[in-house]
């Protein structure tokens, strides 16, 4: 899981077969952990003799850097496609294509600006959480799709792979794990947030079951990185509402 969601270097060749991938999704919520853990810590040291703008700006380099923009990627080709006013063949052939087009562009330009907007605007409190743990709640909240949405390519794909050998068992302790990591390091409240950004999740899902009938490789992507602006966002409107 590692070695298929970050650029980490660990350079074993596990000979992965295609039961391993769904085999490993119980394993997710600690790779967001990492994820999140590495780019707290680019934020910290960039932020500790520089400003909390160039602090962010690393934050957001550091976040491509170590997941090699997998979802980045998989947002950009959601968004050429979903929303280029085609059919479902058609709209799955986009999404295919490694061109970029003008709505790909879009949706990684407003990715950039909503993260950028929403950690420069929470209290420093709640930065630690949100860089932390928006992955971990991201990679949960995809194991849930897993759960309740079917694949919709017929002839499979990257995505296909999780979905071939589905254990409900490992999928349960997958979501499990990850509302465990996020109490443990945040709190009730911090918890909380999964309730508004669950909404904005299910959202999403409706919009791509309408379009395509179901989930993708890239759709995973893009709701890893729907998940991840919805937790900070709901992060904010709880500060919001306490204070």
């Known amino acids: 899981m590692i070695q298929f969601f970050t650029r980490i270097p660990i350079k074993i060749n596990i000979n992965a077969k295609g039961e391993d991938f769904s085999n490993g999704i119980v394993y997710m919520p600690f790779v967001g952990l990492i994820v999140g853990l590495f780019n707290y810590g680019i934020y ?15 934050w957001l380099i550091s976040n491509i850097f170590i997941t090699g923009a997998i979802h980045i990627d998989g947002l950009a080709d959601s968004c050429d496609g979903l929303f280029s006013a085609r059919s479902k063949e058609r709209i799955l052939e986009i999404m295919k294509d490694s061109r970029v087009g003008t709505n790909g562009v879009i949706g990684i330009i407003l990715d950039f600006l909503l993260r950028f907007g929403m950690l420069y605007t929470l209290s420093n409190a709640a930065k630690a959480p949100a860089i932390i743990l928006a992955p971990v709640a991201a990679k ?12 919709a390519r017929p002839n499979g794909g990257m995505g296909g792979l999780f979905y071939s050998h589905m254990s ?60 991840e602006i919805s937790f900070m966002v709901s992060l904010y409107l709880l500060e919001r509402l306490i204070y």
């Open 44 to 58: 910290i040291l960039v932020g500790s003799f520089s400003n909390e703008i160039l602090g962010i700006i690393f």
């Open 140 to 151: 949960a909240f995809v194991l849930l799709l897993f759960g309740i949405s079917k694949y």
């Open 168 to 227: 409900l068992k490992r999928l349960i302790a997958g979501i499990f794990s990850g509302i465990l990591i996020i109490l443990f390091i945040g709190s009730w409240e911090t918890l909380a947030v999964l309730i508004p950004s669950l909404i904005l999740v299910l959202a999403f899902k409706k919009i791509v079951d309408d379009k395509i009938g179901g989930m993708t490789g890239d759709t995973l992507g893009a709701a890893s990185e729907v998940s």
